[in-house]
């Protein structure tokens, strides 16, 4: 039984469609064992009912299914349940919104077969952008992608997304061009960039050098590419590294690489041993890697950037504060897209949607992207009234557009060094 304080990750046996009202979830979350498994008994039955139609909702969360995937889902169900319960703080019924689990290497359009009604799908995190493409191209469905911002938007930049897919975090790449302004305004304009070839740390590594040169930075290396590959192991490589820090003197170290991983150790040590230059606390280190790797660093003897907080929204603040009340620990981006999905799905299901230029029903016809961002009480009693509106978000500035990134700010920290080592 998993602790009332804690959201379960959606189990595997809610395969068949698992009905998601404020009343069942509210009981799953918080009943004893005797009337929990009351509640699952019937919770079954609903997903029967469900099967066959007789419940079939217009809006479905497809949860992603696998190891190592659980955390994630728990997360993104607490910000998703912290906004309901803001919801209905405002006067207003939490949507009806079906859960159902996704597997990476099934079609969603599968999953998905059988409901007449369906008009709003939330995909899973990192969806496959194709086979949403093609679900939006077969069926009138808008779909939100709540956490689409790295490698999974890269590899689809020649796609033409189509009008009916709506992205609500910002793009990794904005966290590393803000990464870079930053790293100038410290006076930082020569640096070299590492990176450890068994960590996935190529595409934000180069996309620092490109962003960090087209501001007017100088990224340095005697190799001929200027995202240097070091593989710790190797002795040799390594300490013609250090020769090459040491003699060219940068301002920093750009390192695209787990803080606890083996290339990170290394150098450290090095630094600290004097082998990347004349002094300890030079060059200092800019770290490109995310927010919850260098969650709980301390600092050394040079100074240090990190992410604290990758782009987000104007209303991450406030979230931040009523998600720790709620569940006793800060929240991360993931746990701001379930946050703002379901309050995107609230202002979209409150009156009637609009009508697409096909003049079919748009669910997201009232979408303002330039407008003043509202509170949620607010923005629903303008939605309310039919008008267009642009909410407060937490995990973006709501700045939505079909088949765009929203934009975010964010959140950089200088770590300064202790001292002269």
Not at 67 to 89: M, Y
Not at 401 to 410: A, C, F, I, K, L
Request: aromatic share 8%; with cysteine; hydrophobic share 45%.
């Amino acid at each position: 039984m998993t602790p009332s304080s804690e959201v379960p990750s959606i189990d595997s046996n809610l395969a068949a469609g698992s009905t998601s009202s404020v009343t069942w979830r509210k009981k799953f979350f918080q009943a004893p064992w005797g009337s929990w498994l009351m509640t699952f008994a019937s919770l079954l039955g609903c997903q029967a009912v469900s099967a066959s139609g007789l419940l079939s909702t217009s809006v479905v969360v497809l949860q992603p299914q696998g190891l190592g995937l659980e955390a994630a889902n728990q997360a993104f169900l607490k910000g998703f349940l912290l906004a309901e319960d803001q919801v209905r703080g405002c006067g207003h019924l939490a949507a009806f919104v079906e859960f159902r689990p996704l597997n990476v290497d099934v079609d969603p359009a599968v999953v998905l077969s059988g409901n007449p009604r369906l008009k709003l799908v939330v995909a899973p995190p990192a969806a496959d952008l194709r086979a949403f493409s093609a679900l939006v191209a077969k069926r009138d469905l808008s779909v939100v992608l709540p956490y689409q911002r790295g490698a999974s938007m890269d590899a689809e930049a020649g796609l033409e997304l189509p009008t009916r897919l709506w992205p609500l975090v910002a793009p990794a790449s904005d966290d590393i061009q803000a990464m870079a302004k930053k790293v100038l305004e410290q006076g930082w304009q020569r640096v070299m960039v590492v990176r450890d070839p068994s960590d996935l740390g190529l595409s934000s590594a180069k996309s620092f050098v490109e962003a960090f040169e087209a501001i007017g930075g100088k990224v340095e290396s005697y190799e001929p590419d200027l995202v240097q590959s070091i593989n710790p192991d190797d002795g040799d490589r390594l300490k013609r590294f250090q020769q090459d820090v040491a003699w060219l003197g940068p301002d920093a170290l750009v390192l695209a690489s787990s803080p606890s991983g083996p290339l990170a150790k290394a150098l450290r040590k090095s630094q600290k041993d004097g082998l990347l230059g004349w002094q300890t606390g030079k060059p200092a280190w800019v770290w490109l890697a995310s927010a919850d790797q260098v969650k709980g660093m301390g600092p050394e003897v040079w100074d240090q950037l990190l992410i604290k907080r990758p782009a987000s929204g104007p209303g991450w603040q406030k979230f931040s504060e009523s998600f720790e009340q709620r569940w006793g620990h800060t929240p991360n981006l993931l746990a701001a897209a379930g946050f703002d999905t379901a309050r995107l799905i609230a202002l979209s299901t409150i009156s009637a949607n609009s009508l697409s230029a096909e003049r079919t029903a748009d669910p997201f016809g009232w979408v303002d992207p330039e407008s003043e961002p509202q509170p949620l009480c607010k923005a629903l009693r303008i939605r309310a009234d039919g008008k267009p509106v642009r909410l407060e978000g937490a995990a973006s500035s709501f700045d939505l557009r079909p088949g765009q990134s929203p934009s975010g700010e964010t959140d950089i920290t200088r770590v300064f060094a202790l001292g002269p080592g």
